[in-house]
């Protein structure tokens, strides 16, 4: 950087976006690794604000917490949101899955969640989708089918669905939210 304008708006430049980085890490504080976008920035401003100790200081704490990193287990002391989020989001997963692998003693026809229907989208590709399957913020009727129709999924069904799959020998079983 020649001129001094440059170099001025190039420190603003890393105070900003440093501001930035610790507001968004507080705002989910789950691992120090979201820090690491702001090595840099601290690498340069060390480099042209402080005297070389400091920079020493700087790369010194952070190889420290890499190697801590392991040892203490990913969010085990600030857990934050996104610790939270990623365990539920597995969870969800995990329902979804045992929901695919889930054994029928009779035809049943089951009223599930929006969302648990989407995952189910998602993660059991054999399942027969129908329009609802398509349509669920809109559309009643049976969204997935088992491949061999044991096991049906629905978000809603009109009075008249619900009869027709009754004298066709379905269960319809709510399943809790």
Do not use: N
């Not at 001094?4 to 890393?14: K, T």
């Not at 504080?29 to 604000?49: E, K, N, T």
């Not at 089951?110 to 054999?126: D, G, K, T």
């Not at 008249?160 to 799959?165: N, T, W």
């Amino acid at each position: 950087l020649d001129s001094p304008i440059e170099r001025d708006a190039s420190m603003v430049f890393e105070l900003f976006s440093l501001g930035t980085i610790a507001i968004l890490y507080l705002l989910v504080p789950l691992d120090p690794g979201y820090l690491i976008p702001a090595l840099p920035l601290v690498i340069s401003l060390c480099a042209r604000i402080a005297p070389p100790g400091w920079l020493v200081a700087a790369l010194l704490a952070a190889s420290l917490e890499t190697l801590a990193q392991p040892l203490v287990g990913a969010g085990r002391i600030v857990p934050g949101r996104l610790v939270f989020e990623v365990r539920e989001r597995q969870r969800l997963v995990d329902e979804a899955h045992s929901e695919a692998a889930r054994l029928v003693s009779q035809p049943t026809v089951f009223l599930a969640s929006r969302s648990l229907v989407h995952r189910l989208v998602v993660l059991a590709p054999s399942f027969t989708r129908e329009p609802a399957a398509w349509k669920p913020f809109w559309a009643p009727g049976v969204a997935l089918w088992s491949p061999d129709r044991r096991r049906g999924y629905a978000v809603d069904l009109t009075p008249e669905e619900g009869a027709a799959l009754r004298s066709q020998g379905y269960t319809i079983v709510k399943l809790a939210p």
